[in-house]
């Protein structure tokens, strides 16, 4: 799993300085000020996904099915997606 932080341009400049002096405390420091923002997008604190976030979601699980599969998915019967079918 990769996890994107967001940097804003200020504290994009500020991190590679402190990269660059190899200033360790100050890149921690920066990096935790994204962290926070960060967790809270991903744990989404209002609960919902939106629709382009589902939309996204969704075909990255269909093309990670399609790349396990080597794009031989096999086609499911009109039976097998029926509310009987699921249920039995």
Do not use: C, W
Not at 47 to 74: C, H, K
């Amino acid at each position: 799993m990769n996890i994107t932080l967001t940097l804003s341009p200020e504290q994009k400049t500020q991190l590679e300085d402190s990269l660059q002096r190899k200033d360790r405390k100050r890149v921690h420091q920066i990096l935790r000020a994204a962290i926070d923002p960060t967790i809270d997008r991903l744990i989404k604190i209002e609960g919902r996904m939106s629709i382009l976030e589902f939309e996204r979601l969704a075909n990255e699980l269909a093309n990670q099915v399609e790349t396990a599969t080597g794009g031989q998915t096999p086609l499911l019967r009109d039976e097998d997606i029926n509310r009987t079918g699921i249920y039995l």
